[in-house]
């Protein structure tokens, strides 16, 4: 299985997830994760039985709604809670979110060991989603903001996301205008924007990682909303706490 992995965070399990590896037909081939998006369920079902062989996790999930709402999750679930980020505390339980061009974001706590996924479309970007996974480990595991280490994976680059010049400005209003970038048409920068969002929180510069991948440039490894009108399967992003999960038999 294809796992794109960050440096940063080497000592979580952790990974964003690319199409190789899975069982589904185009358009979603290979490894859709998605359960909304047309795919055969069974399919999207055997893909997530692979990816928890294949990283021997179990993963909490939720029905993400473009909001900033963090939800902690001690359990491996299907996606019942409304919220766009996760925290998770229990080793082998991986907070994921699920993406097709908006930005993922992992954080980690280095003196505890806790986790947080975050989905930052570009109204979670706004409202701080990120912010807010800062202050979720802060609040339910004890983390320190400027200790904690933060990925911005794979999702649409600036290369690629024009954007009306009302959207730009509002961008350029709250995060500055070094995330927008002039051209026929404006284009957003959703890791910087993310970058800025995490480092007003309390994140130090050198505890952020871009992985500055975009899904719209590379049709064969990611799905990209965008650049499929829609019709594309789902990436996920992940990271558990260090250590075995406790106590149990393998994971369903």
């Known amino acids: 299985m ?33 359960g909304a998006v047309g795919d055969d369920p069974a399919r999207v079902a055997e893909n997530w039985r692979r990816l928890e062989a294949a990283t021997g996790l179990g993963f909490a999930r939720v029905r993400q709604v473009h909001g900033a709402r963090v939800v902690r999750l001690d359990a491996p679930c299907a996606p ?17 979110v699920s993406v097709a061009d908006c ?47 933060a990925a911005i994976g794979p999702s649409i680059g600036p290369c690629c ?3 009306s010049p009302e959207l730009a400005a509002r961008f350029a209003a709250a995060l500055g205008p070094g995330v927008v970038r002039d051209g026929p048409a404006p284009r957003l920068d959703l890791w910087e924007a993310n970058r800025t969002v995490l480092l007003e929180a309390g994140v ?6 871009r992985l500055d991948r975009c899904t719209a440039c ?27 999960m406790p106590g149990s038999a393998p994971l369903p």
């Open 2 to 34: 294809d796992l794109v992995r960050s440096a940063l965070l080497a000592a979580w399990p952790h990974g964003f997830t690319t199409r190789a590896g899975g069982g589904s037909p185009p358009p979603w081939d290979a490894l859709n994760l998605g």
């Open 80 to 96: 019942e809670d409304e919220a766009d980020a996760v925290v998770s505390l229990r080793a082998g339980v991986a907070a994921c």
């Open 103 to 149: 930005v993922p974001v992992l954080l980690a706590d280095p003196d505890g060991g806790a986790v947080a996924a975050v989905h930052a479309g570009w109204r979670g970007t706004l409202a701080g989603a990120a912010r807010e996974g800062v202050r979720a480990l802060c609040r339910e595991a004890g983390a320190r903001p400027e200790r904690l280490l």
């Open 161 to 163: 996301y024009e954007v």
């Open 204 to 209: 130090r510069p050198e505890h952020v990682e």
């Open 218 to 244: 590379e049709p064969g490894r990611f799905f990209s909303h965008r650049r499929d009108a829609g019709r594309t399967g789902r990436q996920i992003a992940f990271i558990a706490p260090p250590g075995p």
